[in-house]
Nanobody, 125 residues
Framework: LVQLVESGGGTVQSGGSLRLSCVVS???????MGWFRRAPGKEREGVAQ???????TYVDIVKGRFTMSQDNAKNTLFLQMNNLTPEDTATYYC????????????????????WGQGTQVTVLS
């Protein structure tokens, strides 16, 4: 079990930027990390997540605009969001799931995942 605390949400104009942070209570390099979001009336969707090889995959709608990174020394995950649009308005959550096996395979963010409390991002048109 690991605790995750997000910050950095807020209200911005369309075209603006925000940087979300997620502090992990454990050693971040032991986990596969991800950012998810839920907009009002919509299902939760994955925004960015770690792959087995350490790379990051992004949902198509944010490619080229969002960048996920992490600082292992500070056990912190980031999501840099640029060129925001009103469609990006949502509550953003970070999630962590333990890597599996000697090769550090990333399982799905299911029952073993831990989640933060969320941070609200609102983009005005």
């Amino acid at each position: 079990l690991v605790q995750l605390v997000e910050s950095g949400g807020g209200t911005v104009q369309s075209g603006g930027s925000l940087r979300l942070s997620c502090v992990v209570s454990g050693y971040i390099d032991r986990y596969c990390m991800g950012w998810f979001r839920r907009a009002p009336g919509k299902e939760r969707e994955g925004v960015a997540q770690t792959e087995d090889d350490g790379s990051t995959t992004y949902v198509d709608i944010v490619k080229g605009r969002f960048t996920m990174s992490q600082d292992n020394a500070k056990n912190t995950l980031f999501l840099q969001m640029n060129n925001l649009t009103p469609e990006d308005t949502a509550t953003y959550y970070c999630a962590a799931v333990p890597k599996v096996g000697r090769y550090g395979v990333c399982p799905a963010f299911g029952a073993n995942a831990d989640w933060g409390q969320g941070t609200q991002v609102t983009v005005l048109s």
